[in-house]
C-alpha cells in the first residue's frame, strides 16, 4: 500500500514568489495536516483539515493557506515567500480528526533565494 | 501552553551500547506522549507511545520510561545500531486533535 506521497521532492523558488505543494494521504484517511520543519528545529503545526475543512491552524500568517479536495488529498499554498519559508514541509495523514495516529510523508524540502 | 523540549541536540554513541534520549515536557496536564524517529531526508516515524497512567512502555529494543513527577520522558535504545542513527523527537498530541507538538530534536550518532 502507498504511504502518504508528497510532490515535488524538492523546489527552489524566489522571494515574492507563490508556491504550491502537493499531499496525497494514505487510502482511507481522510485528515491531512501540514507542518513546517526548520533545518535544526522539530516540525511546527501549520494546518489540519477534515473531511474538507480546515479544523485547526497554528501560529502561520495569513501567506499560508491551504484546502483539501474530496479525494482528501491536499495542498498547501504559500504567497510572497520570504527567505525565512525555507524549509521542509511535511504532509500527515491519519483516519480521524481526533487521537489518531498521523503517518508522515517525505516532505517537500522548499529553499526560497 | 504546551511545550516539548530536549536536553541534548546530539548524542553520539559506539555501536552496541545503549542509548538515552531525554525530553521534558511542561504542560502536567500532559496524558499522551509519542517518540518519532526521523532519518536524512525521511519524514518523521512513530516509534513508540506512553500515556501518562503508565511509567513504563517496552518494544522491540525501545523503552519509554515517563517521570510526571519532574514532567520528563525518555527514550532507550538497547544494543544501539548503525541504523539507529537518525533524530529523534518526542512529541505530545494537541488537545482533541491528531495533530502534533514536537521538540527541538536529538540527533543520534553511532559509530561502528
Known amino acids: 500500500d502507498a504511504g502518504v506521497t508528497q510532490s515535488p521532492t524538492h523546489l527552489i523558488k524566489t522571494r515574492g514568489q507563490h508556491v504550491t505543494l502537493r499531499c496525497s494521504p494514505i487510502?482511507?484517511?481522510?485528515?491531512v495536516s501540514w507542518y513546517q520543519q526548520v533545518l535544526g528545529q522539530g516540525p511546527q503545526f501549520i494546518f489540519q483539515y477534515y473531511e474538507k475543512e480546515e479544523r485547526g491552524r497554528g501560529n502561520f500568517p495569513d501567506r499560508f493557506s491551504a484546502r483539501q479536495f474530496p479525494n482528501y488529498s491536499s495542498e498547501l499554498n504559500v504567497n510572497a515567500l520570504l527567505l525565512g519559508d525555507s524549509a521542509l514541509y511535511l504532509c500527515a495523514s491519519s483516519f480521524g480528526q481526533v487521537n489518531t495516529e498521523a503517518f508522515f510523508g517525505q516532505g517537500t524540502r522548499l529553499t526560497v533565494v | 501552553g504546551e511545550s516539548v523540549g530536549l536536553h541534548l541536540p546530539t548524542l553520539s554513541v559506539q555501536e552496541g551500547d545503549n542509548s538515552i534520549i531525554n525530553c521534558a515536557y511542561s504542560n502536567s496536564a500532559s496524558d499522551y506522549f509519542i517518540w518519532y524517529k526521523q532519518e536524512s531526508g525521511k519524514g518523521p516515524q512513530f516509534i513508540i507511545d506512553i500515556r501518562s497512567n503508565m511509567d513504563k512502555r517496552q518494544g522491540q529494543r525501545v523503552t519509554v520510561l515517563l517521570n510526571k513527577t519532574v514532567k520528563h520522558l525518555s527514550l532507550q535504545i538497547a544494543a544501539t545500531q548503525p541504523g539507529d542513527s537518525a533524530v529523534y523527537f518526542c512529541a505530545e498530541p494537541r488537545k482533541g486533535y491528531s495533530t502534533l507538538t514536537f521538540g527541538k530534536g536529538t540527533m543520534l550518532l553511532v559509530s561502528p
Open positions: 487510502s482511507g484517511h481522510k485528515s
